[in-house]
């Protein structure tokens, strides 16, 4: 089966009756596949140890039974209430050593050894239960890795893991002094036991601290993503193993969580209400994003979460212009994408993101989002299938370096108050 147009779906959300009229919907538009579960940690695993893998099971028949195909996304960004009662300790700290707790996602430490003995028993479980079915045919694990915790996560357990990175990197105290330049302001170690997290200080920070706290966080991160990659791999070693990366987005270095992906996948909302104004359905900066998907294996990529309507949490963004999803899905195509999937099937009627628009609007009728994104998939299908596989010839090279990006965000080094005299 080509995989070529695909949706985000959340059954969990709606009532059993409605699951066959959308599926019905999905293949009269075109659809291929779609991803699920992401989110549903505390449906699938209501008590601990008792997993409830049933209402999935009925999801998945529904949907294959109207010839789609199924990502299955492991659910460890949001942790479920039960955890958290018996061990709240996984909730992470920011710098202000300010807990962040249960009630939105990512409220979890990923160093945290008992947060990571739970994920190894779901994730041991879920593969066990899906791993034969056919019609799922790969894995996202987690969602959007480092999404939320750019100022997470400070913790006891973040330090000693930092400590220990540290010592495997310098191997003695001396080294390590003289990397950071500590003899500035009389920062200077006789033990690694007395480095901690680079938390909320009087006045200044060491830069080169911050510099291996961010490298450090970046490896944990690929660390906790492997933990779960080896169990699908040994489980279902027929399913392909992605990951929905968020472009420029710097908390984790791609071109090494990259490496343990059959390939990449990539969240892309050029119309997004979080982006600043000047970069709002900005083309180049579009570009730039799907270019660095290409470039971090060499090759075609995915698109997981492709813009459907208007974004928004809290706020409203903008709606997309008529032509306009239909145009940024193609760019997505003429910069590499083989298979675009959008984000999401039905805008929600509860929760955080009832204002994050889908192709179906609260209603659940069709309307102009519907229209427009099945027209473009029926004219697009047919060219997706010369040009699968396809790569431009470049005939100018961009280098993207993460340490720089950490390093430029430690001391930007500009003053933006700054005024000039001709």
């Not at 049933?54 to 460890?76: M, N, Q, R």
């Amino acid at each position: 089966m080509k995989i070529r147009f695909g949706v985000d779906y959340y059954p969990e959300h709606w009532p059993r009756s409605r699951w066959s009229t959308d599926a019905d919907m999905m293949r009269e538009m075109g659809l291929d596949v779609v991803r699920m579960a992401e989110f549903s940690w505390s449906l699938l695993e209501p008590v601990e140890g008792s997993y409830s893998f049933e209402w999935l099971d009925d999801a998945i028949d529904v949907l294959s039974g109207s010839g789609l195909k199924i990502i299955l996304g492991t659910p460890s960004a949001a942790p479920p209430a039960w955890i958290i009662t018996k061990t709240p300790e996984i909730q992470p700290i920011d710098p202000d050593g300010r807990m962040r707790y249960f009630g939105g996602r990512h409220h979890c430490c990923q160093s945290n050894a008992v947060y990571r003995e739970h994920i190894k028993n779901f994730v041991f479980a879920f593969a066990e239960h899906f791993g034969n079915n056919k019609n799922v045919i790969g894995w996202q694990l987690d969602n959007e890795l480092g999404n939320s915790h750019n100022e997470l996560c400070y913790c006891k357990s973040c330090e000693e893991s930092f400590r220990i990175w540290l010592i495997n990197r310098y191997e003695n105290i001396g080294e390590l002094n003289n990397a950071w330049g500590t003899a500035f302001w009389s920062q200077t170690y006789q033990d690694f036991s007395q480095i901690q997290a680079p938390k909320l200080t009087a006045a200044g920070k060491n830069p080169s601290h911050q510099l291996d706290w961010k490298r450090f966080c970046s490896d944990l991160i690929i660390d906790f993503h492997k933990l779960q990659a080896d169990i699908l791999r040994k489980s279902a070693p027929e399913k392909f193993i992605t990951h929905n990366l968020m472009g420029f987005s710097e908390k984790v270095n791609y071109f090494d969580l990259s490496k343990d992906l059959d390939f990449v996948s990539h969240d892309q909302y050029p119309g997004g209400h979080f982006l600043p104004k000047e970069l709002v359905s900005n083309p180049e900066y579009n570009a730039a994003q799907l270019d660095l998907m290409r470039g971090l294996k060499k090759k075609n990529f995915w698109i997981m979460e492709q813009q459907a309507g208007i974004t928004g949490w809290d706020i409203l963004g903008r709606a997309p212009k008529p032509g306009q999803l239909g145009m940024w899905a193609m760019q997505a195509v003429a910069h590499g994408a083989d298979t675009v999937v959008f984000f999401r099937w039905r805008t929600c009627t509860f929760g955080t993101e009832q204002y994050w628009h889908g192709i179906l609007p609260h209603c659940g009728e069709p309307a102009r989002y519907y229209d427009e994104l099945k027209e473009c998939i029926q004219k697009a299908r047919l060219l997706m299938d010369e040009i699968r596989g396809s790569l431009p010839k470049a005939s100018v090279g961009i280098v993207f370096s993460y340490d720089q990006a950490y390093a430029m965000e430690i001391q930007p080094h500009q003053w933006w108050g700054c005024i000039s005299i001709a």
